[in-house]
């Protein structure tokens, strides 16, 4: 496999995640557009509300290599080398940054920031 084709990796996840995966990239999708529209409603970022989903996301992250964890045929102890310790950083990562994104976005639409 010389090049690196979406689509396949479409398949390997569709296979590995079932219809988990289309949900996900729903969550992601309309995640993404609401924080976007937040941001241009408040037209900034509150940095209370950002420090508050900062540690929502450390739950998000573990929640993240749990389902890492669910979907593969490894778990901790099976990683090897540097690169599948990488793998697992960055899927902590981006479980927390996205739990961080969706929850300082479902309470800034649920409780508006006061101006002032």
Request: hydrophobic share 60%; aromatic share 10%.
């Amino acid at each position: 496999m010389k090049d690196l084709d979406p689509l396949i990796l479409l398949a390997v996840f569709q296979e590995m995640m079932g219809p988990l995966l289309w949900i996900l990239l729903a969550i992601i999708v309309g995640g993404t557009i609401a924080f976007f529209a937040l941001l241009m409603k408040e037209g900034g970022i509150a940095a209370r509300r950002m420090v508050s989903s900062q540690a929502a996301g450390i739950l998000g992250g573990i929640l993240a290599l749990v389902l890492m964890v669910m979907v593969s045929s490894s778990g901790f102890t099976d990683a090897g080398g540097p690169a599948d310790w990488f793998l697992i950083a960055l899927v902590f990562g981006l479980g927390f940054i996205g739990a961080a994104i969706l929850v300082y976005t479902a309470v800034g639409w649920s409780k508006p920031r006061v101006k002032g």
